[in-house]
């Protein structure tokens, strides 16, 4: 008897717990997209160019989304619109498919190239056997190898290298982690500017780059140099190319490097392209 009311009262407690608990239903929900900020608020000490090359935007448009023109002066505090509209930002996964969608270029048939007609080559004149001939003059054969030239004219620009030492590495793409290439040197040793052009930032104000230089080439092409130890030149500078600009130094990395990079358009592209070959 007793067992069986015991029975029934465990029932019972199942029942209620059963019954009055109420679970909360679960939702999966994404992730919101990741969007670029809208605004940069001047911070003291930046200039257009600066803000620019960290946002990867060209400094000419940048200047006529803000009504801005030359010299491009601009006030801390000031807020500049980085983007235009949603339909200018671009997902990754955007680009990925532009790039996926362009179409790939047919290759030109064999045929169409006209062919060359074979020339026949005349045989030297044998010589008698009784005739002498003339003696030759000893020339050396092994042409000396010549000499690499220290410059490289691409886009307009005569480019050579901001510094000698060994390349420690290599650009990684526009999107990538290294928007430059690495140069290896010890502290103190001389940074050259890698074309003529007008100093259009100097300063530490770009968060991983140290103190960086920024030169304008031309309306198109700018170049900079980072984690130097000493700048020897100021903005609105004038500079040749090969002109010392800087120290080699650390600031902002963790060994003595120069970081060096060329930018197209507010757009990254990779240095080794314009540099000569060494």
């Given at each position: 008897m007793k067992l069986g009311l015991?029975?029934?009262?465990?029932?019972?407690?199942?029942?209620?717990?059963?019954?009055g608990g109420h679970i909360a239903p679960?939702?999966?929900?994404k992730q919101p997209p990741s969007q670029k900020i809208g605004h940069h608020v001047v911070s003291q000490g930046e200039t257009l160019y600066a803000i620019a090359w960290r946002y990867g935007v060209?400094?000419?448009?940048?200047?006529?989304?803000?009504?801005?023109?030359?010299p491009y002066?601009?006030?801390?505090?000031?807020?500049?619109?980085l983007w235009t509209s949603n339909s200018s930002r671009k997902t990754p996964r955007q680009l990925a498919k532009t790039s996926k969608s362009a179409p790939k270029a047919v290759p030109k048939s064999s045929s169409s190239k006209p062919k060359k007609p074979k020339t026949k080559t005349k045989s030297a004149p044998k010589v008698a056997s009784g005739a002498t001939s003339k003696p030759r003059s000893k020339t050396n054969?092994?042409?000396g190898s010549p000499k690499k030239s220290q410059t490289q004219s691409q886009a307009g620009i005569s480019w050579r290298w901001p510094a000698k030492g060994r390349l420690l590495a290599r650009f990684s793409g526009p999107n990538g982690l290294n928007k430059g290439i690495d140069i290896a040197g010890n502290l103190g040793e001389p940074v050259v500017s890698a074309a003529s052009g007008r100093v259009v930032y100097a300063g530490n104000g770009l968060r991983g780059y140290g103190l960086l230089l920024i030169i304008k080439h031309n309306e198109q092409y700018l170049s900079a140099y980072a984690h130097n130890n000493k700048l020897r030149v100021k903005e609105g500078d004038i500079v040749k190319g090969g002109q010392r600009i800087a120290d080699i130094?650390?600031?902002g990395a963790n060994r003595m490097k120069l970081h060096f990079e060329i930018r197209k358009n507010g757009k990254s592209v990779n240095p080794l392209s314009y540099l000569p070959k060494r």
């Open positions: 015991f029975n029934i009262l465990i029932t019972l407690l199942l029942l209620a717990c059963s019954t679960v939702q999966e929900r060209d400094v000419k448009t940048l200047a006529q989304r803000n009504g801005l023109s030359s002066t601009i006030f801390p505090g000031q807020k500049l619109s054969t092994r042409p130094g650390s600031s």
